[in-house]
């Protein structure tokens, strides 16, 4: 994928993880970055979106930033439930695109 | 109450054609960018074609270019997506999903599922 994310994180249950996501000038350095939850079977949930903002009833246990031509998500007090796949966007050019994916187990 | 319902999937053999639906309520198009994303299995999300809020497609992923046909219908607030010459690379469930800001895709239908195989 043209943003790389690393394939799996794992943590402990009430622990914090972070979820990287690099990429280049032509997508992450000039544009904003989206985080989506996607559970099996489920359509995907917006969690982040413009870098850091968070939808009403995202709990603030999620946050984003971003610097450079990399974006970070930020998991706090991890709960069972969110064991899923993540995943960050951000447009390139004039579409868009997503990371590959990281898999979160929370042990 | 917004939606977003996705239908059309369906079992098609190689080199054929489908056409999948995305029926909006509680919102109008008209006011929305509007993305279509897939999902092969065991794979990540692609984003494969992004619809501005006039319906005029602005941009296709190179897998879909020149196979995949977006349309929109006001009367009946839904998008379209002709999909045609499709390969078992084409197997997915298929999304859409409504841009709320840059990218920021709030909304997204439950997914249909595109099966190309003989």
């Known amino acids: 994928s043209v943003l790389t994310q690393p394939p799996s994180v794992s943590a402990a249950p009430g622990q914090k993880v972070t979820i990287s996501c690099s990429g280049s000038?032509?997508?992450?350095?000039?544009?904003?970055v989206s985080w989506y939850q996607h559970l099996p079977g489920t359509a995907p949930k917006l969690l982040i979106y413009d870098n850091n903002k968070r939808p009403s009833g995202i709990p603030d246990r999620f946050s984003g930033s971003k610097s450079g031509t990399s974006a970070t998500l930020g998991i706090t007090g991890l709960q069972t439930a969110d064991e899923a796949d993540y995943y960050c966007a951000t447009k390139d050019y004039s579409g868009g695109v997503f990371g590959g994916g990281t898999k979160l187990t929370v042990l | 109450q917004v939606h977003l319902v996705e239908s059309g999937g369906d079992l098609v053999k190689p080199g054929g054609s489908l056409r999948l639906s995305c029926a909006a309520s509680g919102f109008a198009l008209s006011g929305y960018y509007m993305s279509w994303i897939r999902q092969a299995p065991g794979k990540g999300l692609e984003f494969i074609l992004y619809?501005?809020?006039?319906?005029?497609?602005?941009y296709y992923a190179d897998s879909v270019k020149g196979r995949f046909i977006s349309s929109r219908d006001s009367a009946s607030n839904s998008l379209y997506l002709q999909l045609n010459r499709l390969s078992p690379d084409d197997t997915s469930v298929y999304y859409c999903a409504r841009d709320f800001s840059n990218l920021g895709l709030d909304l997204w239908g439950q997914g249909t599922l595109v099966t190309v195989s003989s």
């Open positions: 000038s032509s997508n992450i350095g000039n544009n904003y």
């Open positions: 619809i501005s809020n006039s319906g005029e497609a602005i």
